[in-house]
């Protein structure tokens, strides 16, 4: 098969174009476990155990794949030849994640033993500076498995009711009855876990009741409430709060005296005076039906920073909170007091969010938070990049459902008693990951001929890594090529196994210009299943391509 490339009116290039076709590596794999050209049933039961480690495989999931390839057209009775088992090991049947989707983690533990799915000005639909505020990236943000959805709140022009906006922008704004219908009727429909909503409000005590009977209306019975003291010494367990909605922000009187020490003045004497008539305000405004009946609403509730960097980790035994800092401060604190922030986070909550000066929506690096246990690493959904990438990769573990167990080395001390500590020299290789990136197929049914070059087909090459622990590694380009073939084998030793996402990403090569992307994966190394797998590629906004994908070997060796 030729394909044509015209080059000018009376020019044209033609290129002789290969078919997708099994390596020298799978040829031999089929010759060991077929007899006369033809694998039998029980011959793909052997191969399946053996090579792709599918203890639990019987007659019925080899029957199962027989059946698949039967519905596509590709089977013979008498067994598979070549090209079907190819095929098969190309199918969405032989993904590298688990097949089922299901929860199989502990979901029975403190909220604080989870990595949650969160959002950032879930709101938002561009840029922090003048995007538009809207319902749709709520929606999109729940039906993708976001756990935690944030909402700014501020008085609206009149001072008569409250809306949702990123104040101090040009962002437009958003009803808020709009954006609780949306986190109601969205919240359950592909996980059954508890959606936190993280409500920042900049709101007077007048409207704090507003929006606290907004709220109890709007969600009924599915709001958790704290009713006793039960949950103040640790968080109940997700699995004890399923299909409810709890809110997470400061009661009032810690909200007045956030603002307060957020303000200009260095003075401490003017602080305390501050937050003294911020406390009279209150009271002169009628606690029992305003600050009580807001802070009964809240079931996570955030803490100040007070004691500035220097003493924010000291906790309290006798009360669980929800501390948020920025990247920056997280940066800081991981540098000299790593194992403080991991023992913070064994019984609180940690979340993180971007710094300011990301007025683009772009994302930090989410291992940085969850390495020191940070439970809650609030991105910018709205945006792409590799670091949205890592995080849709961490969240596809545990069937997808927004939760992810933190692993025993963040939740537990050493049998001296001490915490784990993430920036230890000493930290020793505990497994070693091997990757053999054998090919790739689909892009020429999912992308135009010249989408990549004008007058030449593709120059693919394939680059992998491991963000937490290891540099990365490319594979030759294969020049001019839609079904690369690169056989090219990697080794990645692990230190912090439990953590750690592989990640890959395939780009055509441009000598004179940036180099075009063609398709990612990041997918979490605790979910890999060994054996040679088909990984289906996803384009820059995580959305996975029809046909664009990798045919990959993995295999997990204990050092």
């Given at each position: 098969m030729k394909v044509t490339f015209k080059v000018c009116f009376c020019c044209a290039r033609s290129f002789k174009v290969k078919s997708s076709e099994p390596p020298q590596e799978i040829k031999t794999l089929f010759d060991n476990y077929s007899e006369n050209g033809r694998m039998s049933e029980d011959e793909m039961l052997r191969f399946v155990i053996q090579v792709?480690?599918?203890?639990?495989?019987?007659?019925?999931y080899v029957k199962d794949i027989f059946n698949m390839l039967k519905h596509h057209g590709v089977f013979h009775p008498r067994g598979l030849h070549l090209e079907e088992f190819y095929r098969y090991l190309l199918s969405d049947f032989n993904s590298p994640l688990p097949l089922s989707g299901e929860v199989w983690q502990d979901m029975t533990q403190p909220l604080s033993h989870y990595f949650l799915y969160t959002g950032h000005n879930s709101y938002l639909t561009g840029n922090q500076l003048n995007s538009r505020s809207s319902t749709e990236p709520i929606v999109k943000a729940l039906r993708s498995g976001v756990?935690?959805?944030?909402?700014?709140?501020?008085?609206?022009?009149?001072?008569?009711?409250?809306?949702?906006?990123?104040?101090?922008?040009?962002?437009?704004?958003?009803?808020?009855?709009?954006?609780?219908?949306?986190?109601?009727?969205?919240?359950?429909?592909?996980?059954?876990?508890?959606?936190?909503?993280?409500?920042?409000?900049?709101?007077?005590?007048?409207?704090?009741?507003?929006?606290?009977?907004?709220?109890?209306?709007?969600?009924?019975?599915?709001?958790?409430?704290?009713?006793?003291?039960?949950?103040?010494?640790?968080?109940p367990s997700p699995e004890a709060l399923k299909n409810k909605i709890l809110i997470s922000t400061k009661p009032p009187k810690e909200y007045l005296q956030t603002q307060v020490s957020l303000g200009s003045t260095t003075d401490e004497s003017v602080k305390a005076k501050k937050v003294k008539e911020a406390e009279e305000l209150i009271q002169d405004e009628d606690e029992e039906t305003v600050a009580i009946e807001y802070r009964d609403l809240i079931s996570i509730h955030a803490g100040n920073r007070k004691g500035g960097m220097k003493n924010c980790l000291n906790g309290d035994p006798n009360r669980v909170i929800r501390l948020s800092m920025s990247e920056q401060w997280l940066e800081t604190l991981a540098k000299t007091r790593g194992p403080d922030l991991v023992k913070f986070t064994q019984r609180n909550i940690l979340r993180i969010f971007p710094k300011t000066a990301r007025i683009d929506s772009s994302n930090y690096d989410p291992l940085v938070g969850w390495i020191h246990g940070a439970q809650m690493v609030a991105f910018n959904m709205q945006s792409h990049g590799r670091f949205l990438w890592m995080m849709q990769g961490m969240f596809k573990a545990n069937g997808g459902c927004g939760y992810v167990k933190k692993p025993d080395v963040l939740l537990s001390n050493g049998p001296g008693g001490e915490t784990f500590d993430p920036s230890s020299k000493t930290l020793q290789i505990k497994t070693v990951l091997k990757i053999k990136i054998y090919n790739g197929e689909g892009w020429n049914m999912d992308f135009s001929q010249d989408h990549f070059d004008r007058y030449s087909p593709p120059d693919f090459y394939a680059r992998a890594r491991i963000p937490l622990d290891t540099t990365s590694h490319k594979t030759e380009t294969d020049t001019d090529e839609w079904f690369p073939v690169w056989d090219k084998e990697f080794e990645f030793p692990l230190r912090v196994p439990e953590l750690a996402l592989l990640y890959i990403i395939v780009k055509d090569y441009d000598s004179n210009t940036q180099n075009d992307f063609a398709g990612q994966i990041c997918l979490p190394l605790s979910e890999i299943r060994p054996g040679i797998r088909a990984v289906r590629l996803h384009d820059r906004a995580g959305e996975v391509y029809k046909h664009a994908r990798l045919l990959v070997r993995f295999v997990l060796e204990p050092r």
């Open positions: 792709q480690g599918e203890t639990h495989a019987d007659s019925n756990r935690v959805i944030e909402l700014d709140l501020w008085p609206n022009s009149s001072g008569t009711e409250a809306e949702v906006r990123h104040g101090g922008t040009l962002t437009s704004t958003e009803d808020l009855q709009k954006c609780l219908n949306a986190v109601k009727e969205n919240a359950f429909l592909v996980s059954e876990y508890p959606v936190v909503l993280t409500l920042e409000d900049h709101l007077p005590p007048d409207l704090q009741k507003k929006v606290a009977k907004m709220v109890s209306k709007t969600f009924g019975e599915t709001l958790f409430r704290c009713t006793t003291n039960e949950h103040t010494e640790c968080f």
